[in-house]
């Protein structure tokens, strides 16, 4: 089951042409760009690891797809994105967030039901590749 | 390849008035005096890249060339003027993608422990692509009388990228002439990735007094008749003596200049000063300099 988390997860995979001039509209803006993993991909799994720094100051985006690069080539079985903040005063926060690179294979979700009192039932979420331990999932 | 005759004309002359090239390189005659070899070389480097445009065209593809250059030359040549020029020639021809400048030295690529210094020179790196990254005393990155400095970690990675990347970033070096050669030495692989070697020639005193008035245009002054003769004299006199940077010193003197000026409009001030006044650089300015008070000591 393919995920959709950010932006364009609904749209066949970026090229890296088409992930470069989103780099490129991000830096027009002065966002700061950074490259970031997981292999968790719970929905609410919003602390990803982050690959190197965030990067200030760039003018072009070859620096980013450099390390988007690096980055695929170290960890190609797992999710990785490309995110841009937004310092400005009253923003603060991210502006963009798109996925660079997945699994191959996604196994998808699990439907947990837990009865509770007076029969209420509670529904939530598990991924079947968090089944395995950190760094095992996805291979 | 083969769908194209190898008769199909070109149109030379409209790339060229596309570039807009022949407007840079007019400023660069006016703004820069003397430097023939540098202008000469920075001609031949737009032709090459205004033809390899028109190959395009004709889907004759040949590989980006190289344009990393150094700058070699004593203090006050306009090696940091011209790497400044070179990144705006090099975004009009389309060679670099955003044309700005980033200016470095051994503090902003060479870290301070193990593991910092890779991280900090891919930083540099990164923000200098798509244009220029200018290494100012470049050879004080290789320190060879301490084995365990960082910098050959810097320069390892620099060449890393200088050659996977070309089409992303053009790396500048500028230094004095002996260190640069005595770097170059140590480590030929720097060497043998940089094309174009560029010797900048002292000015003659000729050229410094062009220079001078130029820089007193900028600054909205000007010579008095008399004025520019004794400041020919002094540019003379100033190049025997030690410590002579070329341009700089030429800009140093016209900065004391311009204090004696003010001084002299303070002292004369019962007089009725008019624009004039406040334009000229006179000739007392000048005579003033501890040039000439020293040389007639002698």
């Keep these: 089951m393919r995920i959709t988390q950010g932006q364009f997860s609904f749209l066949p995979d970026l090229t890296d042409e088409q992930i470069t001039s989103q780099i490129k509209y991000a830096l ?54 490309v995110t841009a903040f937004d310092s400005t005063r009253g923003w603060e926060t991210p502006r ?44 | 390849m083969n769908d194209i005759p190898d008769s199909t004309p070109v149109d030379l002359n409209k790339v060229y008035e596309e570039s807009n090239i022949q407007e840079v390189l007019d400023q660069l005659d006016r703004e820069l005096i003397g430097l023939k070899p540098v202008k000469s070389r920075i001609r031949e480097i737009a032709a090459l ?50 044309g700005h400048v980033v200016a470095v030295t051994r503090d902003d690529l060479v870290g301070q422990y193990i593991g910092h210094t890779a991280p900090k020179t891919r930083e540099v790196l990164k923000k200098a692509m798509g244009g220029v990254l200018f290494i100012d005393e470049a050879y004080y990155l290789y320190k060879p009388e301490n084995e365990r400095d960082y910098g050959a970690e810097a320069i390892e990675i620099l060449l890393q990228v200088m050659e996977n990347q070309r089409e992303d970033l053009v790396v500048i070096l500028a230094g004095y002439k002996d260190r640069m050669d005595r770097f170059f030495l140590s480590n030929p692989g720097m060497s043998s990735r940089i094309a174009h070697h560029i010797d900048f020639p002292d000015y003659t005193p000729d050229e410094l007094l062009e220079i001078a008035k130029l820089m007193m245009a900028g600054l909205n002054y000007r010579f008095s008749p008399e004025g520019e003769k004794t400041f020919a004299e002094y540019i003379v006199k100033r190049m025997e003596m030690p410590n002579f940077a070329n341009a700089r ?47 007639s000591n002698q």
């Design chain 2, 49 to 98: 890249l205004l033809v390899d445009k028109l190959r395009e065209q004709v889907q004759l593809r040949a590989q980006s060339p190289s344009l990393h250059m150094c700058f070699t030359g004593n203090p006050g040549t306009g090696k940091t003027t011209v790497a400044m020029r070179m990144a705006e020639i090099l975004h009009r021809l389309g060679y670099v993608r955003e």
């Design chain 2, 249 to 295: 010193s030429i800009r140093n003197a016209l900065d004391r200049a311009r204090l004696r000026q003010a001084n002299r409009l303070f002292a004369s001030h019962d007089k009725a000063l008019t624009r004039q006044d406040l334009l000229t650089i006179e000739a007392d300015d000048i005579l003033a300099s501890r040039v000439f008070t020293q040389s």
């Design chain 1, 28 to 81: 027009k803006n002065n966002w700061a760009v950074n490259v970031e993993y997981t292999d968790d991909p719970h929905p609410r799994n919003t602390y990803w690891e982050m690959w190197g720094m965030p990067m200030f100051d760039l003018r072009d985006p070859a620096g980013i797809m450099m390390e988007v690069q690096d980055c695929r080539k170290t960890y190609p079985d797992q999710y990785i994105r």
């Design chain 1, 96 to 139: 963009m967030s798109f996925i660079v690179n997945r699994p191959k294979e996604e196994p998808g979700f699990q439907l947990l039901r837990q009865e509770s009192d007076g029969r209420h039932i509670r529904y939530t979420l598990h991924s079947y590749a968090t089944d395995k331990p950190e760094g095992q999932r996805y291979r």
